[in-house]
């Protein structure tokens, strides 16, 4: 069975910095692009960054580029989002997704909130 969990979100001051994870398994996460998406209250999901299956290529949605880092410990069956300079508008469900773009399958997904 495919799972995705993802952890590490909370609430933040504007500025702040959060690390979200995706611990998955039921499939050979070495092999698959990973992704992460988001949905802020009231609006669809939106893509926000992939990385491939070896971890060397990484892209990034405009409204999140220089701030977050996608990474990925094949080792650990593990996902990361590295977040800094949160702003308001990053409030949101994130998820990660397994594959390109919105993925296959994606977890529960944790809440990041960014408030003053």
């Known amino acids: 069975e495919v799972q995705l969990v993802e952890s590490g979100g909370g609430m933040v001051q504007p500025g702040g910095s959060l690390r979200l994870s995706c611990a998955v398994s039921?499939?050979?996460?070495?092999?698959?692009?990973m992704s992460w998406v988001r949905q802020a209250p009231g609006k669809g999901l939106e893509w926000v960054s992939r990385?491939?299956?070896?971890?060397?290529?990484?892209s990034y949605a405009d409204s999140v580029k220089g701030r977050f880092t996608i990474s990925r410990d094949n080792a650990k069956n593990t996902l990361y989002l590295q977040m800094t300079s949160l702003k308001p508008e990053d409030t949101a469900l994130y998820y990660c997704?397994?594959?390109w773009g919105l993925g296959d399958y994606r977890g529960q997904g944790t809440q990041v909130t960014v408030s003053s």
């Open positions: 997704a397994r594959g």
């Open positions: 039921g499939f050979t996460f070495s092999s698959f692009h």
């Open positions: 990385i491939s299956s070896a971890g060397g290529t990484t």
